[in-house]
């Protein structure tokens, strides 16, 4: 994200953090990861006056592949976990970023 994009200015320190590790055994893949956004000192206008809170996010991946040699075929199920602090956060003032929210989906692969 560029968070000062809609602001028309940059944030005063922003860190972002990911975390991964994944794991192969015979046809089966399991794969995880942990990601944080900290951003700190945005403000909508006044050049610093009208200053926005921090923005925190954590979120979480999760995702298991299966491949069948023998059909020539691949399941994967996914599961994205976002802001799961909860956090009312905003980089504009005024509209709040979603709560907690997943994402589950399923990738099939033919070969």
């Known amino acids: 994200r560029d968070v000062g994009r ?36 945005l403000y909508m206008a006044k050049y610093g006056r009208d200053p926005l809170d921090d923005v925190f996010t954590l979120n979480l991946a999760l995702r298991y592949r299966y491949t069948s040699q023998t059909r020539g075929f691949s399941l994967e199920p996914y599961l994205f976990l976002r ?7 905003a980089y504009i003032k005024g509209y709040r970023m979603p709560g907690f929210n997943l994402l589950f989906g399923l990738r099939v692969g033919l070969s």
Do not use: C, I, M
Not at 7 to 27: V, Y
Not at 83 to 89: A, E, G, I, K, Q
């Open 6 to 41: 809609y602001t028309r200015q940059n944030p005063q320190a922003k860190l972002n953090a990911a975390l991964e590790a994944s794991h192969a055994f015979g046809r089966h893949f399991v794969a995880g990861g942990v990601t944080a956004e900290w951003v700190h000192g």
């Open 83 to 89: 802001n799961l602090l909860d956090r009312r956060y």
